[in-house]
T-cell receptor, first 110, second 109 residues
Framework: NAGVTQTPKFQVLKTGQSMTLQCAQD?????MYWYRQDPGMGLRLIYYSASEGTTDKGEVPNGYNVSRLNKREFSLRLESAAPSQTSVYFCATRMNTEAFFGQGTRLTVV | EDKVVQSPLSLVVHEGDTVTLNCSYEVTNFRSLLWYKQEKKAPTFLFML????IEKKSGRLSSILDKKELFSILNITATQTGDSAVYLCAVAVGNQFYFGTGTSLTVIP
């Protein structure tokens, strides 16, 4: 019973490099989210997807792109990483009004 | 602008103490309020509240929602070192969740 699975768990990037964070869920939920968590800032929404094939910007979308190719998977892409994107990234799904989180990806951009 | 405010930002108590964590919100289209506990990794679900005045309990933890005054409290009685964590409050609005910044609780033996 995996729930929400994120990969990788840790990543170090150099400024300007690109990478994709992967998220997959096996709960058959329609809505999926990407958050970043920084000290003192709480969880801030980057992008969300209300259903397969649709995506919308959240509070802090700049520097990110997302892709929801199917119901299970929602990926987050950093095209040109910047030190300001050093953070912990969480993927989440939603069932009614409850959120379910992946274990997080700790990303450091040097 | 929708927002969720938690207080205090941090709290240090001794084992056995009782603590009250606060969450106030200003949102349109409120659907529910959720409490999560976050230790080193992902937030774990504690409570979901949708109706005013109905207390939810789980062991030493309890929570209640006041939809008129737009706030919720999370109580932890007889605290233990294992309660040390960040407690997050979130409000479900439309398709989104709005999170507070969290309250960091440290319980000293």
């Amino acid at each position: 019973n995996a729930g929400v699975t994120q990969t990788p768990k840790f990543q170090v990037l150099k400024t300007g490099q690109s990478m994709t964070l992967q998220c997959a869920q096996d709960m058959n939920h329609n809505s999926m989210y990407w958050y970043r968590q920084d000290p003192g800032m709480g969880l801030r929404l980057i992008y969300y997807s209300a259903s397969e094939g649709t995506t919308d910007k959240g509070e802090v979308p700049n520097g990110y792109n997302v892709s929801r190719l199917n119901k299970r998977e929602f990926s987050l892409r950093l095209e040109s990483a910047a030190p300001s994107q050093t953070s912990v990234y969480f993927c989440a799904t939603r069932m009614n009004t409850e959120a379910f989180f992946g274990q997080g990806t700790r990303l450091t951009v040097v | 602008e929708d927002k969720v405010v938690q207080s205090p930002l941090s709290l240090v108590v001794h084992e056995g103490d009782t603590v009250t964590l606060n969450c106030s919100y200003e949102v349109t289209n409120f659907r529910s309020l959720l409490w999560y506990k976050q230790e080193k990794k992902a937030p774990t679900f504690l409570f979901m509240l949708t109706s005013s005045g109905i207390e939810k309990k789980s062991g030493r933890l309890s929570s209640i929602l006041d939809k008129k005054e737009l706030f919720s409290i999370l109580n932890i009685t007889a605290t233990q070192t294992g309660d040390s964590a960040v407690y997050l409050c979130a409000v479900a609005v439309g398709n989104q969740f709005y999170f507070g910044t969290g309250t960091s609780l440290t319980v000293i033996p």
